[in-house]
């Protein structure tokens, strides 16, 4: 059975930063390209960032470029999603995700078979 456990969301002041995390179990981590997507309430689930399994190559939107940092640890079945300069609009529940298209940076929920719970992240003014 697949799991993707998030972790690390919070309460934090704009400007501030957070470090997301991702444990994946049952399955094979290394062969999964992995995304983090988010969802304010009131909007639809929205691409955050991708990165393929091995490799490391990356895809942001431009609404988290430079502020947004993605790296997974294989030998630990884990993805990081490092937040900094946080703004109220990045309020949302941010959920991993896990793309059977490992060489892909896939953007679109569809491509991602498996999904974790969600943390809640909520800035502040």
């Known amino acids: 059975q697949v799991q993707l456990v998030e972790s690390g969301g919070g309460l934090v002041q704009a400007g501030g930063s957070l470090r997301l995390s991702c444990a994946a179990s049952?399955?094979?981590?290394?062969?999964?390209?992995m995304g983090w997507f988010r969802q304010a309430p009131g909007k639809e689930r929205e691409f955050v960032v991708a990165?393929?399994?091995?490799?490391?190559?990356?895809r942001y939107a431009d609404s988290v470029k430079g502020r947004f940092t993605i790296s997974r640890d294989n030998a630990k079945n884990t993805v990081f999603l490092q937040m900094n300069s946080l703004k109220p609009e990045d309020t949302a529940n941010y959920y991993c995700?896990?793309?059977?298209?490992?060489?892909?940076?896939?953007?679109?929920?569809?491509?991602?078979?498996?999904w974790g719970q969600g943390t809640q992240v909520t800035v502040s003014a």
């Open positions: 990165i393929i399994s091995i490799g490391g190559r990356t």
């Open positions: 049952g399955l094979t981590f290394s062969r999964y390209g």
């Open positions: 995700a896990a793309s059977i298209y490992g060489g892909d940076t896939g953007t679109s929920a569809p491509e991602y078979a498996y």
